[in-house]
DNA sequence: CAAGATTTATAGATTTTATCTATACAAAGA
DNA sequence: TCTTTGTATAGATAAAATCTATAAATCTTG
């Protein structure tokens, strides 16, 4: 017995003719004949009654028939349920967000992404690359929002955007006299870093050529657990510090005085969405990759016509 | 989509293990992955997640799984009643008999088969051979209970039991004075016959080898319309008559008085249920022979070792 | 009542699908 | 790193569904 036998059957029903109903199903009455017999003789029970013209149904027949009915009402609501579903946006996705990006990025879409996919459920965790790509391995995470490129084995990267890195300069500094400056104008004596672990630290090192160097100002040694810290630390004492596009964005008249852009080639950090081998929530993926993207744009609009990615 | 491809994934889904499913399907675990990619790749879900150990279920697997044993529920429902049904004797069945069986054979079995097949409708004709088969032909209705053998196209005949004829002879009679009789005892001359129509007077013209010879016993003319007419002729008149054996089951001392036997070779009539090219109620046939030659069995319970049947 | 039309059944060829064996690939454990 | 466990894939084979052509049966019509 199959699914065609019971939409065959169902069919000569309908038609009360073979041929005709050969013909709804796209076959020839040669094959209806054939598979309308071989399911009689499975169920051992006679279902047409040949001989009448038009052919009806034997009062056996007609409960099969009713039966066959249900069974292919179930399958459309199987087919059914299969488009619904696919289509529709649902289910639990765990993000992993490095800390220099979380406070600045997840305000941007998170809001609008939960409102528009109510069926949507988000776990958020702040997390360095390391961590990240560590919960990716173990499932403890369905995708990572970090700096790439990172070599990971069986780690997938899908870009998001470009992330220029500026500098935060002191209102003491010499720096603050250029418009545009180069990563040689930043004395690493007086250049603020996060804590180890931070990606953005071993990429503002990378970008000043800074190498295991200890960075001291005068009395105090801080190493910054957060970009706010960076900021607070650069207004309070002196020095420089780098930092992401996307944290200025609620900057102050005053912050964004201190602010000072590199020359072309600017360099930036690449932010990518990162999943795992077997991941399989690409709808929901795609949909994050979306809005993100979509959210991000408002921001970040112009490209810079010559920019270079700071490896981390 | 088919049926087995849902019993694969329910059974991977029970299993939580490809190869073990496989074997509880009778199949390769090749031939399983392959049938699950395909229903995936046709509803476009994924329904497991490989990557985990044991394999779990996606959030949509798990819907469209519940949905597949709905259907295979209904499928199982579907075989449950084609079993119940074919071996359920039930419906309709008409039923044409000849009119000098008719009163003597029903009663042996209608009873019985009614009560014993609550399901079993039943409608009776008494009608003569020519019109049961032109009926049968028309189908209006599926079987005739009728003496064989007819040369009727398309027509199927089961032989049920033979019919021993035995002479019923008035009182006043010299046949009366043996104890068996020969044809060629019955004085044609004062035989009375039934009237046209009936295939037992054209038996019991074959019998005597009597051909269109007008039976006029004296004054009177008489073409009697059923056997009882006969035996009231003969008893209150004078002559002889034949008559079928299971007509005299109910009859009195005085009425077997006048029961004469053929000698051997026994003249018998043989009765059959006859159906026409497309009779489909097989069951139905098969439990009415088999009732009315059990309740026959009852009453003719002797064979005579010489018989023949006598042409109609 | 024979000839043609209509309808279903059957035979044999062909295509499609399911299944198998063998092997690859991936992940986990020793 | 090697072995073990579990799933996927490739190619061959077996099974099935389907097709074309035709038969058989019935019905219709001149």
Redesign the pocket.
Known sequence: M?L??LE?IVA?DKH???????DA??????????????LEEELEVII?D??K???VPTDIGRKIIAQAQVILRETGHLKELAKIIKNEVQGQLRIGIIPTLAPYLLPLFLYDLLRKYPQVKIRISELNTNQIIEQL?N?LIDVGILATPIAAE?MKEYPLFYEKLVAFVSGNEETLNKQYILPEDIDVNRLWLLEEGHCLRSQMMNLCELRNKNTDLGNLEYEAGSIESLLKIVEINKGITVIPELAMNTFDEKRKSQIREFMAPVPVREISLVT???FIKTKLLEVLKQEITEAVAKFIPEKPAEQFVVEI
């Open positions: 199959n065609q036998q065959y000569v009360r003719h073979f041929l005709k109903a050969a199903c796209f076959i020839t009455q040669a094959t209806l004949s054939m598979m309308i017999k071989k047409f040949r001989s013209q038009p052919v391995s499932d069986g795992y081998r077997h």
